[in-house]
């Protein structure tokens, strides 16, 4: 303490008789402070982002690295132009020069972590099995340009440069813009709204309200496109799919329900019927075995008794299918137990009138 008391005048007053070592000493303090932080980038910083389970802290730090300590080293120019110059215009042209060129490495630099960012969502994002990530990419296409913009509206304040008329400009353009392009943008934020809440995702079996139903097989930046057993893809607007009423069969479990109706005749084993119906369901390979298969005897019938054999199928794809399975079982099991069947029957009588 003794020595700075003693020393910091005498360099102080060094300095203001002689403005040029006086910037050179300010420039040599702060080209020390960014040695000194690259250093504590360098081996700490970065060494302790290696340990971390994640990738992007270790690619935003390499990407950090450089532009810090080349900003603490131009902060510090710019602050020795400024002690040096006495003449106002030259300190005011080398200053915002140095200025432009810090805007431009960080512009640079925000723009390498956006794409990052973006790169590294993206990858997560299909690592999980969902889809829309053109609508992530566009989403840091948008960031990147409205980062360049703000650069270029920066850099024209920094040169003085009138930008009222160019906001004029742009608030008008932007007008256009969202007029001409209204429906692609409602089917933008429709996307995004489907990407973020997830009403459904891509491989569910979704029912429209307008009765198509159908596997999703993509969720685009415009439009949403399911395929249908029919083997007929239809595309949907993400404006119209996020204000309409979507049945998600494969939500909140991917599991399906099965309701297959049948009829015995008055005078059936009860007890064998049921047996029979659940016999046939857990034999089939595309019925769950948790939550297991029921039967209910749900009516007395004008010419049979109403059972209804409840099961779940693995996916609502095999909804189809496994209805023509069960229905051909239980066909053959109920002919080979001697179960019958009953259907509605009419007996007509013909009366003759005598002459």
């Not at 020393?7 to 000194?36: R, Y």
């Not at 409840?310 to 023509?324: E, S, V």
Request: hydrophobic fraction near 50%; charge should be positive.
């Amino acid at each position: 303490m003794e020595f700075l008391r003693k020393w910091l005048p005498a360099i102080w007053s060094f300095m203001n008789e002689s403005p040029v070592l006086g910037g050179l000493i300010i420039v040599a303090i702060f080209a020390m402070v960014a040695w000194l932080v690259d250093l504590l980038v360098d081996h700490v910083l970065i060494a302790l982002a290696r340990k971390t389970k994640f990738h992007l802290d270790d690619a935003i730090l390499k990407i950090l690295h450089r532009p810090i300590w080349i900003s603490i080293v131009l902060a510090g120019t710019i602050m020795g132009v400024r002690w040096i110059s006495a003449q106002p215009t030259y300190t005011y042209i080398l200053t915002t020069l140095l200025k432009t060129i810090l805007v431009l490495i960080w512009t640079l630099a925000l723009n390498r972590i956006l794409i990052q960012i973006v790169t590294d969502w993206i990858y997560h994002w299909r690592q999980s099995g969902r889809q829309g990530s053109e609508i992530i990419r566009l989403s840091g296409n948008i960031s990147r340009f409205l980062l360049l913009a703000g650069a270029i509206f920066f850099l024209l304040g920094l040169w003085n440069i009138n930008i009222t008329p160019l906001l004029a400009s742009a608030g008008i353009a932007g007008v256009a813009v969202a007029l001409a392009a209204k429906e692609t943008l409602s089917n933008f934020f429709g996307g995004v709204s489907v990407v973020l809440d997830q009403p459904f995702k891509v491989g569910d079996y979704i029912i429209l309200d307008s009765g198509e139903r159908g596997e999703v097989v993509e969720i685009g930046m415009r439009s949403t496109r399911i395929m249908t057993r029919d083997d007929v893809q239809i595309s949907i607007p993400n404006s119209i799919i996020t204000n309409t009423k979507v049945i998600n069969e494969s939500a909140p479990e991917p599991r399906f329900r099965v309701r297959v109706k049948i009829g015995a005749a008055y005078g059936s084993n009860l007890d064998q019927v049921e047996q029979i119906l659940l016999t046939v369901a857990r034999r089939n390979r595309l019925v769950t075995s948790e939550p297991e298969p029921r039967v209910r005897f749900r009516a007395f019938g004008d010419s049979s008794l109403d059972f209804e054999l409840l099961c779940w199928a693995k996916r609502p794809h095999d909804k189809g299918l496994l209805i023509h399975e069960l229905n051909r079982d239980i066909y053959k099991a109920f002919n080979e137990a001697g179960i019958v069947i009953p259907f509605p029957q009419r007996d007509v009588y013909v009366h003759s009138q005598g002459n």
